[in-house]
Each structure stands twice: as structure tokens, then as C-alpha cells.
């Protein structure tokens, strides 16, 4: 197997989409020399997405920093990062991106000759079920596992180190979670590659995004001639931006095998890596929460709650006044607007990355999690703006009461007519009956595409005054008429049941006042 070999700087593994809408796999070299060319990081599976952009921004952190706005405007305007710096880089550290071959330098992977049980390969993709994992879109199990190419492989590899999920022993201690799981990470997005990258390229220096270690140099995980990992249960802090980006969470050894002239891998070496310490929480791509102690809490990925309406904890500028901290990229670009350099009418995307994990089995899989979210610029220079929509998903979340409330209402009325006040037992009886028709979920999804045109329209109505006209009538034309078309959906389903009509009948028309009174406070 010595003669096996993929570099990761070379070899096609990364799943770019291109200006003509074509998909190429490229390796890291191209894909820097021809981001310009590049419309995206385009894989099927998010994680793999925002995991390879944590890969890229810490090569260039490296080498470009940059330290102030003035080096971040010099490559911004030239519309390129200088081949030249890394050229020498990769000269220096080609070796280290290795997949096989040497096995002091094998990228991203520690050698456990102490290990001898072989896990699956598709341990590493979540959305294949594997041991505890749930089968999200597919079915692989462990005593069938399909070989995947090199390039999958690679793209696993990177992934897995930031969303693998705890719970089951190993060594030196039980598997804790990667960095990234539970937790909502932001990417802004341009209109190429190069664009997007450098939304993201945020101050970096011995203080940015968070200081350094004094007794540590902050280095991509490649570059550490003592490769060993912290075996301390309770994990460590971060040496740096670098170290963080790069950061171990398992030990992980691939196994190449020759299936039909082709190199593939099934199993993998896998164990337990370094653990983040618990009372970090510094990610630069996260969102946060101040409690009343002004303590950073990471804000959560509800799988039953939409990303987008937590809008404010995304957009609202961090100062002292701020219950959030919202992600580094948006607070770093919004200077570049106020100087005029980054044009307020342009629009891009927030880019939202998640893995969902059962708290009751650490373990479980519940859901990956990816959106995109309209960003006019206009937000960030009138904070207004933030206010505008908040106003709107709070006025969204009344109504959506209003609807769960009809619908328990009829549940009753329909299993329990003659009941005045009902048992627990009762109670949760209604609650399972009104669930199965999932009308709360069904009403965010339909509110979400009007709130990202309300975003875009919004932007563009200076008028304050004006703008609040605007948020009256996508509440009263469609978020209303949303909630009422819901309930006619109900009544339609159940119309040819005669005990279902007169609560139905009964619990429209106590809808229809109660969004009545909404649109009168409106006025």
C-alpha cells in the first residue's frame, strides 16, 4: 500500500461549484488560484460545506492575516490572495497534506497502534446509520458498508473532526462532542468564492478573534511537530484561532483497499481525540447569548424552532447595550460599509450551518441543519432595520398562538365535547390528536418565505414610518390569511366526519376574531 497517495493541495476532493454552473473537485492549490471562478463549496452534505471553509480560512489566516481592515482592503481590492506567500507555504508543509504514505505526517490523522477493533467508514457520515447513528437519508449499515473514494473519504475526515457526536467509551476517556455539534455556525456568502471567503476573513492576530496563548504557538494542527493530543477528561482552551479551526476532536486512522483496481476506504481507526474545555466559547462563527452575568451561552439548533427567528441574535451589532454577541464576520464587514468601501444596496447571503443531537442520548442524531438567509447590507448600516423585522417575528409568534390555541380548542371540543376540565390524561390526549396534524410547523415553514421577502423588501424602504406600513400588510395579507388557510385546511380534512363539524364551525369563528383583534391593533 506504500504507493497509495492523494495530497489534498493537489488532488481533486473539494466539491466546487462553477460559474457555469458545472461541478469540478478540486484540490486546495486550484481552488485558491481559481475562487474567483468558483460560484460555491457545493457538497450535499452542509457539514462538509462549512468544515472545509474552517480548512481554507485557517491556510489563509496563516499566511495573510490579516491584522488590520488595511491589509483585509489591499487583498479585497486586488481580488486575489498573492500566489507567491503560498507557494513557499505549500513547498514548506506539502508533505503534512498527505493522506497516506508517511505515517508521522498522514493529514489529520494520529496513529493508534493500541487500537485493533475497525469502525465503519460511514461512522464518520452522518447521514448514513451507522452504530448509534440514526439514518437520516440513508440506510448503510454496519455489516454492509459500502467503500467510498478517496475523495469522499477526505471530505469525512475534515467534517468529522468538528461535528462528531459523544457518547460510548474510548480512550483515553469516553467520546465527547466536536466543537460544532448543537450549535449554529454562520458563513456570509458572496456572489464567488473569493468573495465569500473574505466576508470571513476576519482580523487575526494575537489578540483576534480571541487572544492566544502565551506559552503556545497558535498553529494549524499540521504544522505541530509533537502531534500527541490533551488526554485530560476535561479538555483544554484553544491555543489559538489556528489551533481551534484545525482542532482534533478524534484520533482517526483511514485504511486504503484495493477494490477493483481502485482505492477505496471501508474502515477507519478511530478513538477519541482532544475535548474543547466547557467553559470555552470564543467561536468567532457562532452565535451567543449574554445571560444576566453578561456569560456567553452558544445559541442552540432547535429542530423545532427556525433559524431565522432568531434574526436579532444573527444581525444586532455587538456593544455594550447588545443581549447577544452575533457572529465576528458581521461585525467586521459592517466597518467596511460605514467607510463606504463595501456598498450598502449590495445583498448577500447568512449561510447557517447546524448538527442536532438528541440531549436525552448524546449519541442520536436528530437533524443536519442548513438555510440561507437573505442579508441586504442595509441592515448592518440601519440597525433599525433589525428592529423592523424583529417587530414582525414577534407579531408572527402571537398569531402562531393564537392558531395552536384554535387547534387545542377543537381537539377538545372534538374528543371531550362534553368535558369541562379535562385530566392530565385528557389532556395529553388532545395534545397527540392536534400534533398529528403538525399545523404549527406547516405555519413557519409558509412564514419563512415571506419573511425573507419581507427582508429584501424592507431594505429598500428608507422611511421608518413607511416601513412599518409594510410590516402591517404582510401581516395582514399573508401571515393572517396564513393562519386562516390552515385552519380551512383542517376543516376540509374532516368536513365528512359529523362530529367533527360544530367544533370546527365553533373554533373557526373564535379565529376569526381573535386574528380580528390583531389587525385592529394593527391600525
Same mark, same amino acid.
Given at each position: 500500500?506504500?504507493?497509495?497517495?492523494?495530497?489534498?493541495?493537489?488532488?481533486?476532493?473539494?466539491?466546487? %461549484?462553477?460559474?457555469?454552473? &458545472?461541478?469540478?473537485?478540486?484540490?486546495?492549490?486550484?481552488?485558491?488560484?481559481?475562487?474567483?471562478?468558483?460560484?460555491?463549496?457545493?457538497?450535499?452534505?452542509?457539514?462538509?460545506?462549512?468544515?472545509?471553509?474552517?480548512?481554507?480560512?485557517?491556510?489563509?489566516?496563516?499566511?495573510?492575516?490579516?491584522?488590520?481592515?488595511?491589509?483585509?482592503?489591499?487583498?479585497?481590492?486586488?481580488?486575489?490572495?498573492?500566489?507567491?506567500?503560498?507557494?513557499?507555504?505549500?513547498?514548506?508543509?506539502?508533505?503534512?497534506?498527505?493522506?497516506?504514505?508517511?505515517?508521522?505526517?498522514?493529514?489529520?490523522?494520529?496513529?493508534?497502534?493500541?487500537?485493533?477493533?475497525?469502525?465503519?467508514?460511514?461512522?464518520?457520515?452522518?447521514?448514513?446509520?451507522?452504530?448509534?447513528?440514526?439514518?437520516?437519508?440513508?440506510? +448503510? /449499515?454496519?455489516?454492509?458498508?459500502?467503500?467510498?473514494?478517496?475523495?469522499?473519504?477526505?471530505?469525512?475526515?475534515?467534517?468529522?473532526?468538528?461535528?462528531?457526536?459523544?457518547?460510548?467509551?474510548?480512550?483515553?476517556?469516553?467520546?465527547?462532542?466536536?466543537?460544532?455539534?448543537?450549535?449554529?455556525?454562520?458563513?456570509?456568502?458572496?456572489?464567488?468564492?473569493?468573495?465569500?471567503?473574505?466576508?470571513?476573513?476576519?482580523?487575526?492576530?494575537?489578540?483576534?478573534?480571541?487572544?492566544?496563548?502565551?506559552?503556545?504557538?497558535?498553529?494549524?494542527?499540521?504544522?505541530?511537530?509533537?502531534?500527541? %493530543?490533551?488526554?485530560?477528561?476535561?479538555?483544554?482552551?484553544?491555543?489559538?484561532?489556528?489551533?481551534?479551526?484545525? /482542532?482534533?476532536?478524534?484520533?482517526? /486512522?483511514?485504511?486504503?483497499?484495493?477494490?477493483?483496481?481502485?482505492?477505496?476506504?471501508?474502515?477507519?481507526?478511530?478513538?477519541?481525540?482532544?475535548?474543547?474545555?466547557?467553559?470555552?466559547?470564543?467561536?468567532?462563527?457562532?452565535?451567543?447569548?449574554?445571560?444576566?452575568?453578561?456569560?456567553?451561552?452558544?445559541?442552540?439548533?432547535?429542530?423545532?424552532?427556525?433559524?431565522?427567528?432568531?434574526?436579532?441574535?444573527?444581525?444586532?451589532?455587538?456593544?455594550?447595550?447588545?443581549?447577544?454577541?452575533?457572529?465576528?464576520?458581521?461585525? /467586521?464587514?459592517?466597518?467596511?460599509?460605514?467607510?463606504?468601501?463595501?456598498?450598502?444596496?449590495?445583498?448577500?447571503?447568512?449561510?447557517?450551518?447546524?448538527?442536532?443531537?438528541?440531549?436525552?442520548?448524546?449519541?442520536?442524531?436528530? +437533524?443536519?441543519?442548513?438555510?440561507?438567509?437573505?442579508?441586504?447590507?442595509?441592515?448592518?448600516?440601519?440597525?433599525?432595520? *433589525?428592529?423592523?423585522?424583529?417587530?414582525?417575528?414577534? &407579531?408572527?409568534?402571537?398569531?402562531?398562538?393564537?392558531?395552536?390555541?384554535? *387547534?387545542?380548542?377543537?381537539?377538545?371540543?372534538?374528543?371531550?365535547?362534553?368535558?369541562?376540565?379535562?385530566?392530565?390524561?385528557?389532556?395529553?390526549?388532545?395534545?397527540?390528536?392536534?400534533?398529528?396534524?403538525?399545523?404549527?410547523?406547516?405555519?413557519?415553514?409558509?412564514?419563512?418565505?415571506?419573511?425573507?421577502?419581507?427582508?429584501?423588501?424592507?431594505?429598500?424602504?428608507?422611511?421608518?414610518?413607511?416601513?412599518?406600513?409594510?410590516?402591517?400588510?404582510?401581516?395582514?395579507?399573508?401571515?393572517?390569511?396564513?393562519?386562516?388557510?390552515?385552519?380551512?385546511?383542517?376543516?376540509?380534512?374532516?368536513?365528512?366526519?359529523?362530529?367533527?363539524?360544530?367544533?370546527?364551525?365553533? +373554533?373557526?369563528?373564535?379565529?376569526?376574531?381573535?386574528?380580528?383583534?390583531?389587525?385592529?391593533?394593527?391600525?
Amino acid at each position: 500500500m506504500n504507493e497509495i497517495q492523494f495530497n489534498l493541495l493537489d488532488d481533486g476532493w473539494i466539491p466546487c %461549484l462553477m460559474q457555469d454552473n &458545472k461541478f469540478n473537485l478540486l484540490g486546495i492549490r486550484d481552488t485558491f488560484l481559481r475562487a474567483p471562478e468558483i460560484l460555491d463549496i457545493s457538497s450535499d452534505n452542509p457539514l462538509v460545506t462549512i468544515s472545509i471553509y474552517r480548512l481554507l480560512l485557517a491556510i489563509l489566516h496563516r499566511n495573510f492575516g490579516p491584522k488590520d481592515s488595511k491589509e483585509w482592503l489591499s487583498i479585497y481590492k486586488k481580488g486575489s490572495w498573492d500566489q507567491e506567500p503560498l507557494k513557499k507555504y505549500f513547498l514548506k508543509w506539502g508533505d503534512k497534506f498527505e493522506l497516506f504514505n508517511d505515517k508521522e505526517n498522514r493529514f489529520y490523522q494520529v496513529e493508534m497502534p493500541e487500537i485493533s477493533k475497525k469502525t465503519p467508514i460511514t461512522k464518520l457520515n452522518h447521514a448514513l446509520a451507522s452504530g448509534n447513528n440514526a439514518a437520516l437519508f440513508d440506510h +448503510n /449499515w454496519d455489516k454492509d458498508v459500502t467503500p467510498i473514494n478517496i475523495e469522499k473519504a477526505a471530505q469525512l475526515l475534515i467534517a468529522f473532526q468538528s461535528f462528531a457526536v459523544g457518547g460510548g467509551r474510548s480512550s483515553p476517556f469516553y467520546f465527547s462532542h466536536a466543537p460544532l455539534i448543537s450549535t449554529i455556525s454562520v458563513i456570509l456568502k458572496g456572489k464567488n468564492l473569493f468573495e465569500t471567503i473574505m466576508l470571513n476573513f476576519i482580523r487575526y492576530d494575537k489578540d483576534h478573534p480571541f487572544p492566544t496563548d502565551d506559552d503556545k504557538e497558535d498553529i494549524p494542527f499540521w504544522e505541530r511537530e509533537d502531534k500527541s %493530543l490533551c488526554e485530560e477528561k476535561d479538555g483544554r482552551m484553544p491555543y489559538g484561532y489556528l489551533d481551534y479551526l484545525t /482542532w482534533q476532536s478524534r484520533r482517526i /486512522w483511514l485504511i486504503p483497499e484495493i477494490y477493483k483496481g481502485i482505492v477505496k476506504i471501508k474502515k477507519v481507526f478511530l478513538a477519541q481525540g482532544e475535548k474543547v474545555d466547557g467553559d470555552w466559547c470564543e467561536d468567532p462563527q457562532m452565535v451567543y447569548k449574554l445571560d444576566e452575568k453578561n456569560k456567553k451561552i452558544p445559541l442552540k439548533l432547535n429542530p423545532d424552532r427556525l433559524v431565522w427567528r432568531d434574526i436579532e441574535a444573527l444581525l444586532r451589532l455587538n456593544d455594550s447595550a447588545s443581549k447577544y454577541k452575533s457572529p465576528d464576520a458581521i461585525n /467586521w464587514i459592517s466597518r467596511f460599509i460605514s467607510m463606504g468601501i463595501l456598498d450598502s444596496s449590495n445583498r448577500y447571503n447568512i449561510e447557517v450551518f447546524g448538527l442536532c443531537n438528541d440531549p436525552k442520548k448524546a449519541a442520536r442524531i436528530l +437533524n443536519w441543519h442548513h438555510s440561507s438567509i437573505p442579508l441586504p447590507l442595509k441592515f448592518l448600516e440601519d440597525q433599525s432595520l *433589525v428592529d423592523n423585522v424583529q417587530q414582525f417575528i414577534l &407579531k408572527c409568534e402571537e398569531i402562531e398562538k393564537i392558531l395552536s390555541k384554535t *387547534v387545542y380548542f377543537f381537539g377538545k371540543d372534538y374528543l371531550f365535547p362534553s368535558t369541562s376540565a379535562l385530566s392530565k390524561k385528557q389532556n395529553n390526549e388532545v395534545r397527540k390528536f392536534t400534533n398529528n396534524y403538525q399545523l404549527g410547523t406547516q405555519y413557519w415553514n409558509r412564514i419563512e418565505n415571506y419573511f425573507y421577502k419581507l427582508m429584501v423588501d424592507i431594505a429598500q424602504e428608507p422611511s421608518f414610518e413607511k416601513r412599518l406600513e409594510l410590516i402591517k400588510e404582510y401581516i395582514n395579507l399573508k401571515v393572517v390569511k396564513t393562519a386562516r388557510e390552515l385552519f380551512s385546511d383542517l376543516y376540509k380534512n374532516l368536513k365528512d366526519d359529523p362530529r367533527a363539524l360544530k367544533p370546527l364551525i365553533q +373554533n373557526k369563528s373564535y379565529l376569526g376574531s381573535q386574528l380580528h383583534n390583531i389587525k385592529q391593533k394593527l391600525m
